[in-house]
């Protein structure tokens, strides 16, 4: 099956710092999503970004298809955002397991 | 509701008893996940249903494990005789349709004692 990839696997930042997370996956992809996972454990939506660039507020997501990676910028970084970042891909083809990597762990110290 | 709904959100149970766990997805959404995540990991995919489709299950630990979702909404996973290892958080998403977005539940965190 498709393999997913995240680095780093722990980041450590003080607040207000920029960090950028990566997600590479080994086959083609119909779908890519980006999920927090906050300390309640909790799934929160961050980007559905199969291809393309997109922003919301402080957070903005590439995904470079042909390249098969993915990258979550996170800017000014604030406590609020410490918790695990989850990458998600959905194979081309009719698998419709929607696979996920490990995860980073990101903890931002004030 | 807004959201994917699960419940219970926790739950206690001795080895070897049955648990069912609940997930109501978000109106209208067609396609419905199950995963696992244990302590510390990653998520694994348990099963996906799609409408009126034959559900892939291939994700289902042992036979010990089944799910059923009823008039295309909600769904029910079922593990029969509970060990120790099943023990996790058992999250719910749905999407509009296969490939659109998921959108996950808070999930139920299972004990087995």
């Known amino acids: 099956g498709i393999q997913v990839e995240q680095s780093p696997p722990d980041l450590i930042l003080q607040e207000g710092a920029n960090s950028t997370l990566r997600c590479n996956f080994s086959?083609?992809?119909?779908?890519l999503q980006w999920f927090h996972q906050n300390p309640w454990g909790q799934l929160i939506n961050l980007f559905y970004?199969?291809?393309g660039t997109k922003q919301n507020g402080r957070l903005s997501a590439t995904t470079v298809a042909t390249e098969r990676y993915s990258l979550l910028y996170i800017s000014s970084s604030q406590t609020t955002d410490s918790g695990v970042y989850f990458c998600?891909?959905?194979?081309?083809?009719?698998?419709?397991?929607?696979?996920f990597g490990k995860g980073t762990l990101l903890t931002v110290n004030p | 509701g807004a959201g994917v709904s699960q419940s219970p959100s926790n739950k206690v149970t001795e080895k070897g008893k049955d648990v069912e766990l609940r997930c109501d997805p978000i109106?209208?959404?067609?396609?419905l996940y199950w995963y696992r995540q244990s302590l510390g990991q990653g998520l694994e995919f348990l099963i996906y249903?799609?409408?009126?489709?034959?559900?892939?299950k291939s994700g289902l630990p042992s036979d010990r494990f089944s799910a059923e979702r009823t008039g295309g909404s909600v769904s029910t996973l079922t593990i029969q005789r509970t060990q120790q290892e099943d023990s996790a958080v058992y999250l719910c998403?749905?999407?509009?349709?296969?490939?659109?977005?998921?959108?996950f539940g808070q999930g139920t965190r299972l004990t087995v004692v």
């Open positions: 998403a749905s999407s509009l349709r296969q490939g659109a977005e998921a959108f």
């Open positions: 086959d083609s992809v119909n779908n």
């Open positions: 970004i199969p291809s």
């Open positions: 998600a891909v959905l194979p081309g083809g009719s698998n419709y397991k929607l696979t």
């Open positions: 109106s209208g959404h067609t396609a």
């Open positions: 249903f799609q409408g009126n489709s034959a559900p892939d």
